[in-house]
């Protein structure tokens, strides 16, 4: 019986010594697969994180960015969803709704001076919270606005659209530029409603009516939308931009001079900035609506079959940390989440050379439409603005995009929650 | 005259020759393109692409493209996973495509017309068609191995192979040249009391060369080309194939050189292996017209 006794609390000892050190394993995946600097930044986060506590280790998996919706789209299928998944903003509703995330549990107060565009909220919950954010600016030289007699628009007086359209003229008028306005017509896909459909928004339009996200009725074939597609099919028919381009143009063509302005992101700036030391980079032009630029980039969230998403709610606050938000920043170049950590890094800091880049996020950045419809939209905006572009009807498209919206709308019951 | 007849003959040796010379420029200026551009830094790719220097080995040459897409992926794991998935697909399909052909072909069983009509007719549905109900189906399949029975096919190398072993088209190609092959052979192997595995083994296969390499290499390029299934099924990186390593190379600031160098070196082993069949593979399409 004694010996009973004693082997009864030694199981419990044991039992209990391994209870108090169980780690529970939370898979991550992440998209940048390829990117040796994102990689490194992003497993020093979880190396930093898995020796600060014992309760959880977190392995990562990364994917390459292309594939990497499909990825999470066929593990969700699969019922293979990770713990922690990063997602492209305007993703997020579509997979909220979709089941594949669930509601973010973090300290809100931590997040309070984050910029709007990081934060993935649908349904009035937060989803996903972004370390960086990314904008778009209208790229061009000092030299340039001087020669041509252009001012120099700013963040608090950018330029209106008809200062905007004097621009290009004057730039196509010079004769020194291939093409007055490089727009990137060459990158598809999520490039064409994060870099196009602020022009549309600054018009008064929209690709769909946020009010009530039931219909695309009035907001993509309004009054407002057809000045847009109108203003938009003209930068091809006057010769200001090409409706196709070589993605060697768009690598190059700004820095070969080939263009006087370029519709290009932060992430492109360095480079512009090497190649002429008069670089600028302009806030959106206002065409009636106010100046608006997308918003939005990758973020992280909790898959909705994770088993510890209080664990996995801990790690992400753990990577909202100032110090990674910079190293994050420093490495790839993307806009810091916050003004503390922006202060942090050279580029970003009061007059840094991509400081112009945080206000203009601050002030100008609008999320794509919060929807889970958005996905397919995204996909109708893009084809209907490359068919303006190539000269189709601006009306009768506009019309098409919208019929094809509400269809997939009532296809899905109005995308109401599951 | 007859040196006219001989003038002619020689001067349309030269023009053939001359076309032939062409036409096989115009094929091999994509690879001679991407195995020059794979030797150059990206930014003079770019700034060559829209002149005829595109295609000579000029200016700052190095390898160092090569060296950095070694570094941003594991191109090595990449392209062992394509060659042993695909090299092992390729031999069981031909094994099992070439005996279900030997049946439909020689062997008279209740219900063999059908049964090839509706393989044959799985030739018009796109694999994308099937991929979603394939996913659901292979993530619950169980699996006995050194750890007992596993459910779930992913993350392996089996769900690369194992669906795509069997194949209307395959089997379609071996039907066609088996039937063109000469009756009295089987009959006489029948005579003389050969089994009918020991016919298609000692008689069918050793005939059978120029189709075995038809179906080798058109079974070859779309494993070796696998995108949508493996990014479907392989989240695991050291699973992946070339293709969906290919994606690692498009970032937002696109490394040209690089791309060109992952290019090139994928593009070896489908070189190889072509030239390797090449000869089969041509005397295949001049006896059954099917071309890849």
Redesign the interface.
Known sequence: MKHLKWSVAAVALIGWGSLASATETLSM?YHG????VEMKLINQVIADFNASQTDYAVEL???????YN??VT??A????LPDILDVDGPNMPNWAWAGYMQPLTIDESKIANFLPGTKGIYNGKLYSIGLWDAAISLVTRQSTLDALGLRTPTLEQPWTGEEFEAALKAAKDSGKYKYALDLGMAWTGEWYPYAFSPFLQSFGGDIVDRTTYASAEGALNGEAALAWGNWWQHLFTEDYAQADQD??DR??GFGAGDYAFSWN?N??AL?ALKAFDDTLFLPAPDFGKGPKIGAASWQFGVSAKSAHPEGAAKFIEFALQDKYLADFSNGIGLIPATPSAAAMVDNYKDGGPLAVFFGLSNAQGMVRPVTPGYVVQAKVFEKAANDIAHGADVAATLDAAVDEIDADIAKNNGYAAQ | MAQISQDNRGLRLVVRYAVLCLIAAIFSFPLIFMIVSSLKPSSQLLADAHSFRALLPVGDISLQNYFDAFKRAPVALFIFNSVLVTGVTVVASLALCSAAAFAFTFVMWKGRDLALTVILATLIVPFETIAIPLLLEASKLPWIGAGGITWGWLNSYRVQIVPFIADGLTIYLFVQYFKDLPGELIEAARVEGASWFAIYRRVVMPLSGPVLATAAILKFLVMYNQYLWPIMVTQEEQYRPVMVGLQYFFQLNRAWGEIMAYLSLITVPVLAFYLYLQKAFIASIASTGVKG
């Open positions: 995946w697969a390829g990117n040796e998996q990364s994917f390459p960015q292309a594939a499909d990825s066929a593990g299928l699969a019922g293979n993605g060697a690598d190059n992101g992430w492109a480079g």
